[in-house]
């Protein structure tokens, strides 16, 4: 919570409008949302809505 204090302002973490405005688009907002758990995601089913994802990072 201090990070996001720190960082953000609050302490939620950003707000789905600062997210917008840092990536230009939802579909960007939800793709970065997914893209930091790989294991987590394949485990709830959603690694193959993003597979063309993971191709791209260094993993």
């Known amino acids: 919570m201090q990070r ?3 960082k953000y302002g609050h302490e939620e973490g ?4 600062e997210l917008y ?3 230009g688009s939802w ?3 939800l793709e ?3 893209s930091t758990n790989l294991g987590m995601n ?3 089913g959603v690694y193959d809505l993003y597979f063309y994802m993971y191709n791209d ?3």
Do not use: T
């Open 4 to 6: 996001n204090l720190e």
């Open 14 to 17: 950003p707000y789905p409008e």
């Open 21 to 23: 405005e840092k990536y």
């Open 27 to 29: 579909e960007m907002v």
């Open 32 to 34: 970065k949302c997914y």
């Open 42 to 44: 394949a485990c709830r």
């Open 57 to 59: 990072f260094a993993y």
